[in-house]
């Protein structure tokens, strides 16, 4: 089992940046996939970034604006999110794919907004 605990979530303004930041209870392999997805109101849950066996993948509405990093002791898992847009705005999950099984944490909300 492993809990999930993400922060930094809050209200920032359009062009703005905010970091994410999302805590395992325990290392989590470089080869498992650590990543973030978002869910909009009212629309389905999407992957946003993930890095597996150092490398990284992007949707493409964040590529250039977003990046996704691991720390050494492989056990958080960072977003930094720069130009940010009012389509931004969406409840962040931290996500750790382990043996087949997808572990979630609770979520964060961003909101992008003047």
């Known amino acids: 089992q492993v809990q999930l605990v993400e922060s930094g979530g809050g209200l920032v303004q359009p062009g703005g940046s905010r970091r994410l930041s999302c805590a395992a209870s325990?290392?989590?392999?470089?080869?498992?996939?650590m990543g973030w997805y978002r869910q909009a109101p009212g629309k389905e849950r999407e992957l946003v970034a993930m890095h597996t066996s150092g490398r990284s993948t992007y949707a493409d509405s964040v590529k250039g604006r977003f990046t996704i990093s691991r720390n050494y002791a492989g056990n958080t898992v960072y977003l930094q999110m720069n130009s940010l847009k009012p389509e931004d705005t969406a409840v962040y999950y931290c996500?750790?794919?382990?043996?087949?099984?997808?572990?979630w944490g609770k979520g964060t909300l961003v909101t992008v907004s003047s």
């Open positions: 325990r290392k989590i392999f470089d080869t498992n996939g």
């Open positions: 996500n750790a794919r382990i043996a087949l099984t997808d572990y």
